[in-house]
């Protein structure tokens, strides 16, 4: 067997492993980039943290390290609330509401299961307290997520934007944003229509008191701040408030609708991120960091266990997932894989073949670890230059991202915990139909419409 294909083989036994076991897939991937470096490819310790991404760390750390600190001083709950003011109570709206905050969440930085892990108690209370389709609700919080989640100044998009630069392949950051954002917003209305949204304008408007009383937020300490999750469809304690009464059962909750200067100050450092990072073209981790040590300086009440909710989970999946990838990138993997697709002599059958690769292993692991080993692995097959290469990356980023409502990936499972009354073996089954619909059909016209362009 050659090395290559044991390289390849490896990584497949991590990802398995990692979705069975419940195992960080970056750690896996720092022991295979060790057993695989060492044993297969005769590299030494420098050779295999030679991969080792510095830049992805600062910005991983940095970034959530901003947002850890929003979501201590109540900055994200703030936001909440004033969404649902914005829209003066009507029902028909919250769902768009939802989706709006948790694509604002993702652009501004936050990893996308934390936003959902925000958003999606509040989102799944309203719901239930007016009679929406939790399938909706939680469709538009998770596809709110992803919309949001390729910003410049985003986790993914900073991610994907990174090995782009790193492998020498033509990017557009804008072009990555907007395609994700539109096949999230149409999916969305196509939710919406389906799925009762329009039957939601009869409802009219709920007072605004009354509004305020049904978003209790999730209990900060519960909420797993780095996005991460089981799977296992056990909620955090959320505090979701079931009845207008619960804020008012909790007085130990800081008022929400009310701006405080630390929350101003917040406030201004993510305006502050996004005007250094895309008019001043400033390095986004080292803004965020030290925006996030000059809030912790000035309040360091409000920001004492922010360092901890980092999210050091997904700092370790990334990180480990590319050094793995740089390991194969020297061993001459990559060139041999990348050969092998290209090799199929039809460069779009290759094309969409790695989309759904994208989305069928995403739907069951990381969609991170997954766009941090395809887009690499699709290097010497874009070389060719039959493909285009910034819609052949787009259309990978959101196949491997949009099938995120899968029950089996982490933000479908925090759909699932967080939605109360509700048959959870019926809920579940609708978001695995749900999820796969979407693996079907996604990838296919992702592929149509951003990558056969570009053919030739």
Not at 183 to 203: D, E, P, R, S, T
């Amino acid at each position: 067997m050659s090395p290559e294909l044991i390289s390849i083989l490896v990584l497949v036994v991590v990802f398995v492993i990692a979705t069975t076991r419940s195992v960080n897939m970056g750690a896996l991937a720092f022991a295979a980039a060790f057993a695989v470096g060492e044993l297969v490819a005769d590299l030494d310790a420098d050779g295999i943290f030679a991969g080792f991404p510095g830049d992805l760390f600062v910005v991983l750390v940095g970034v959530t390290y901003l947002f850890a600190i929003a979501r201590a001083n109540g900055t994200t709950d703030w936001l909440v609330h004033a969404s649902i003011r914005l829209v003066r109570g009507r029902v028909a709206l919250i769902p768009w509401v939802m989706f709006a905050l948790t694509g604002a969440l993702t652009a501004i930085g936050a990893v996308s299961p934390a936003a959902v892990a925000i958003v999606a108690p509040i989102a799944l209370s309203f719901a239930a307290r007016y009679g929406i389709s939790p399938l909706l609700m939680g469709a538009m919080v998770v596809h709110g997520a992803q919309g949001g989640g390729f910003s410049p100044i985003s986790i993914y998009g900073t991610i994907v934007n990174g090995i782009v630069e790193r492998e020498h392949l033509p990017g557009n950051a804008v072009f990555l944003f907007l395609a994700s954002l539109i096949v999230n917003l149409v999916i969305a209305g196509v939710m919406f229509v389906l799925f009762g949204g329009l039957k939601l304008w009869a409802q009219g408007a709920v007072p605004l008191d009354e509004a305020h009383g049904a978003t209790g937020t999730p209990d900060r300490h519960d909420a797993p701040a780095d996005g991460t999750g089981t799977g296992t469809g056990t909620a955090p304690s959320s505090g979701t408030a079931r009845s207008g009464t619960a804020v008012a059962a909790r007085p130990e909750t800081p008022d929400t609708t009310r701006l405080t200067p630390a929350r101003v100050a917040t406030l201004t450092a993510l305006v502050a991120l996004v005007v250094a990072v895309l008019v001043f073209d400033l390095d986004a981790g080292l803004t965020s960091i030290t925006l996030a040590v000059i809030l912790s300086a000035a309040w360091p009440q409000d920001s004492r266990t922010a360092v901890g909710q980092i999210a050091w989970t997904t700092v370790l999946l990334i990180c480990g997932v590319l050094t793995y990838v740089g390991v194969l990138d020297q061993m001459g993997t990559i060139k041999w894989a990348g050969e092998g697709v290209g090799g199929i002599g039809v460069p779009l059958l290759a094309a969409v073949l790695l989309c759904y690769i994208g989305a069928i292993v995403s739907a069951f692991a990381s969609s991170v670890g997954i766009m941090g080993a395809l887009i690499p692995l699709a290097v010497p097959f874009l070389a060719q230059g039959e493909i285009g290469a910034v819609g052949m990356v787009a259309a990978l980023a959101v196949s491997a991202t949009v099938v995120d409502v899968s029950p089996f990936s982490t933000n479908g499972a925090l759909v699932l915990a967080a939605a109360p009354d509700v048959d959870r073996e019926r809920f579940f089954r609708q978001l695995m139909i749900y999820g796969g619909i979407v693996v079907a059909v996604v990838p296919a016209v992702v592929w149509l419409v951003m990558v056969v362009p570009g053919f030739g």
